[in-house]
């Protein structure tokens, strides 16, 4: 069960027109194909996807380039929708929180009688390998475990944090407290929750039926039936993150990011374009799928002083031509355009940009079918690219929003 409603209010502009599982994401991907390698990487192929919000882009991207043969029942990427008079008592309600989500679609679970229910977010980005965390779920005989990410005390508080015993049982359990426990045997770490669980399906059952029933709750899996389940005593266990073997990938698995803002969506973008990235887009053990776009190759043309098509420690998407600019730490996305003489630095563009003769453009990010006019400068000017109405982080990252048209002034 993928939790993929999320509204990403943070991350607009580039959510105006889609929910923050479908925004694009390392030149190729949406942010949702990550949690869905991870799911089909894992030998996980019951798969449902809850949508609510904009859904219209990550709909038409999961049926058109996710689609799961029909011939064996139990394989399958179904999406879910918001259905809104699902119980009756409930009203016309939208999900109400994370818990609510699967309780308006406990009937999936109990027609389908998995052993062992995984819900997942579907806008991190990270790799998992899920079954893993499944076998330690059954030889543990745990009614609920969740996976957990060792984050620094220091920034902790910014999550929820887990506390457990030494033999990584669940004791307490605390949603951005100010100062949060560290883990048994090392002070200078915290126990972060991702948000990601697995539950024995008669526990979950139980669970969302008693949380559904409680007046005072505010539906969510973190804030009320994960506390429910410690007072009632379910047995939960700690999954560690950094234990997840990834078959492909040397050391231990630490790389997990919430892209929710504009500002973690720029520094996790340039993760990408290090010389050696922490989040390997490359290893062919864990393959990520996405979508078949058919692009031609990309293309660099000219070699002339001053108009070299060149690209240095950037991603470059199939259809992306370089016609005599120059394009460094940057993420060009398919069929962009970079003309003679105009620079790209530490920026990422979507589908479909151009970028006019001259342009010099550096941290800024253009959401697709945005054609910048020859000689225009975005992101050396706060005053300037705020008055054109583009969206600037306080740390000076601009966004531009899908489709937008430059003035002639």
Not at 11 to 39: E, S
Not at 300 to 321: K, M, W, Y
Request: net charge negative; with cysteine.
């Amino acid at each position: 069960m993928l939790l993929a409603g999320g509204q990403g209010m943070r991350l607009y502009p580039l959510t105006a027109d889609r929910a923050k599982p479908a925004v694009p994401f390392g030149a190729k991907y949406r942010i949702i194909d990550f949690i869905l390698n991870n799911m089909v990487n894992s030998g996980i192929y019951s798969i449902y996807v809850l949508t609510q919000f904009k859904a219209q882009s990550l709909t038409e991207h999961i049926q058109r380039y996710w689609r799961v043969g029909g011939f064996l029942r139990d394989h399958f990427i179904v999406l879910v929708p918001a259905q809104m008079f699902r119980f009756e008592e409930l009203g016309a309600a939208w999900y109400r929180g994370t818990a609510d989500a699967i309780y308006q679609n406990i009937h999936l679970i109990q027609d389908e009688k998995p052993q062992v229910v995984a819900v997942f977010g579907g806008d991190h980005v990270f790799k998992m390998n899920i079954a893993d965390m499944v076998d330690y779920h059954v030889d543990n005989g745990a009614d609920i475990t969740i996976a957990a990410c060792p984050v620094p005390i220091a920034d902790a508080s910014r999550f929820g944090v887990l506390q457990v015993d030494k033999g990584w049982t669940l004791t307490d359990f605390s949603e951005k407290h100010a100062n949060p426990k560290s883990i048994p045997g090392d002070p200078s770490q915290a126990l972060a929750s991702m948000g990601n669980y697995l539950f024995r399906r008669e526990s979950l059952i139980e669970l969302l039926e008693a949380d559904a029933k409680d007046p005072n709750s505010s539906h969510d899996f973190g804030k009320d039936l994960l506390p429910r389940a410690l007072r009632a005593g379910y047995k939960i266990k700690v999954y560690n993150f950094h234990d997840n073997p990834i078959p492909g990938q040397e050391g231990p698995n630490t790389y997990w990011r919430d892209v929710g803002t504009i500002d973690a969506y720029f520094e996790a973008s340039m993760d990408l374009v290090r010389v050696v990235p922490e989040f390997d887009l490359y290893n062919p053990e864990w393959p990520l799928r996405t979508a078949n776009a058919f692009s031609p190759p990309a293309k660099f043309v000219h070699d002339a002083p001053e108009r070299t098509g060149h690209a240095l420690n950037s991603l470059i998407a199939g259809g992306s031509i370089l016609s005599g600019g120059l394009v460094s730490e940057s993420l060009l996305f398919r069929r962009v355009r970079v003309h003679s003489y105009a620079s790209v630095t530490r920026s990422v563009l979507f589908d479909n940009v151009e970028v006019g003769r001259g342009c010099e453009l550096q941290n800024v990010i253009v959401d697709k079918n945005v054609v910048i006019p020859p000689n225009t400068r975005i992101g050396f000017d706060t005053e300037d690219d705020m008055r054109r109405g583009f969206s600037v982080t306080q740390s000076g990252i601009v966004a531009i929003g899908k489709g937008y048209v430059f003035g002639t002034d």
